[in-house]
């Protein structure tokens, strides 16, 4: 019993040093730890803000203003305000003022049922008053209403595009404005943009997207419109006069003055051209035929308005195979001479006339208009026409004719849709010749 008593003393009392060597062990880590994790970074769990102890003792925190602070600098500084930090005009911030927009000439017809499909483009001060609302709200963030002129709607504080019904239109003369002219102007509560075309006003908003450009570039991000300022300014139409037959002139549209292709070009291209009708039903390019184009009064209509035209379009040939259904070599000389006569009759007006020769659009008849063999000659025929020095394009008509049939219910004369379709195609191949000026200017 006493043996087996010492057996267990001897147990117990290793036992104890043991757990005593454990536990100052186990003190030292926690000690080294605690060291080892000085100027370490924390997280204060109540406000989710970074604590940082630099050295020992001190401690410091980043507040959330700090944080947002630090983003928005950039290599130590402060990133500018990204738009204007004020536009007046006159005194008035800008902000008080509604933009007016004068209705197009085109605005009853546009809202029949049965011409609405024949108004793609219509609304053109609508669209300048759009685009002039976008480039204030990206300048400064401030989003003016947009409201359609009624002359007893006068409310005050107005930006007015086009030719409005306000006293201030009237004031300023802006009716008797040249094609390419345009003015700007403050007038008592109004603010005017206005051109002589509707094109002209729209390129109006050129010189007024520059004037906001630079404020935003300038070290004020200001920009103030003086109850005096005024702005007389320029911007060149294309003039484009399209020669040719009835087609051109209109045959078949409900009304050529507003659905001959000619017309419809016009809108298609309003912020850029005027587009000019020189067409005359019945008649062909040979001037040894009957029905010749040169002996007209639209000819010399067209030879005295050249010197003011940039582009001249000529569609002539589809009465001159019908005129002669037996041709022959002679036919093919006498129709290129014809041609040339009239290009250099218009060039000796103005060398620097662009001319577009476009072939006859589709015939879905059986009789002998606008033949095969005339198309071919009319397509051969720019490149003697360039040899000769004059600046010729060539366009297929027919091409895009060719599947209209629909569109030309007798045949030979395209309807209002048929006359949009080739305007619309047409339009598109011009406005490629309209940038070339632009960029060659």
Request: charged share 20%; net charge negative; hydrophobic share 35%.
């Amino acid at each position: 019993m006493k043996s087996g008593s010492k057996k267990r003393t001897t147990g117990n009392r290793f036992s104890g040093l043991f757990k005593l060597l454990f536990i100052t062990m186990l003190s030292l880590c926690t000690i080294i730890l605690a060291v080892s994790c000085t100027g370490d970074v924390n997280t204060d769990d109540s406000t989710g803000a970074q604590q940082t102890s630099g050295t020992p003792g001190s401690e410091s925190v980043t507040s959330s203003d700090e944080i947002t602070s630090a983003a928005t600098t950039s290599s130590g500084n402060v990133t500018e305000p990204a738009g204007l930090t004020s536009v007046k005009i006159g005194d008035t911030d800008i902000s008080q003022y509604r933009i007016v927009y004068a209705r197009s000439e085109f605005y009853r017809m546009s809202l029949m049922p049965q011409y609405k499909e024949y108004f793609p483009v219509w609304n053109f001060n609508k669209e300048s008053a759009e685009r002039l609302a976008e480039i204030i709200l990206n300048a400064c963030g401030v989003e003016l209403d947009i409201v359609e002129d009624k002359s007893s709607d006068d409310e005050g504080y107005e930006i007015l595009i086009g030719d409005t019904s306000r006293d201030a239109v009237d004031s300023l003369a802006l009716s008797e404005l040249a094609s390419d002219s345009y003015k700007i102007a403050t007038s008592s509560d109004k603010f005017v943009i206005c051109g002589g075309e509707y094109g002209t006003t729209w390129h109006a908003l050129d010189y007024i997207e520059e004037l906001f450009e630079n404020a935003l570039s300038s070290e004020e991000k200001t920009l103030e419109f003086g109850k005096d300022f005024s702005y007389d300014g320029e911007y060149h139409l294309t003039r484009i006069g399209t020669i040719g037959d009835s087609i051109t002139e209109g045959v078949g549209a409900s009304s050529a003055a507003y659905f001959a292709y000619p017309a419809q070009l016009s809108r298609y291209l309003w912020k850029d051209a005027l587009v000019y009708n020189f067409g005359n039903s019945g008649k062909t390019m040979r001037s040894d035929l009957t029905d010749a184009y040169t002996k007209t009064q639209t000819y010399t209509d067209v030879l005295n308005a050249a010197p003011e035209l940039d582009i001249v379009t000529i569609m002539l040939g589809t009465n001159d195979s019908n005129r002669d259904r037996n041709w022959t070599a002679l036919s093919t000389t006498a129709y290129k001479n014809s041609c040339k006569q009239i290009f250099a009759a218009l060039y000796a007006k103005n060398n620097d006339l662009k001319f577009v020769l476009a072939n006859c659009p589709a015939y879905f008849g059986s009789d002998g208009f606008g033949s095969e063999t005339v198309r071919d000659l009319q397509q051969e025929l720019p490149e003697e026409l360039n040899n000769l020095g004059y600046n010729t394009t060539f366009f297929d008509m027919y091409e895009v004719t060719s599947s209209m049939s629909s569109y030309f219910p007798d045949s030979l004369h395209p309807n209002d849709k048929g006359h949009m379709l080739m305007a619309q195609i047409f339009s598109e191949y011009l406005y490629t010749l309209i940038n070339q000026e632009s960029d060659e200017a």
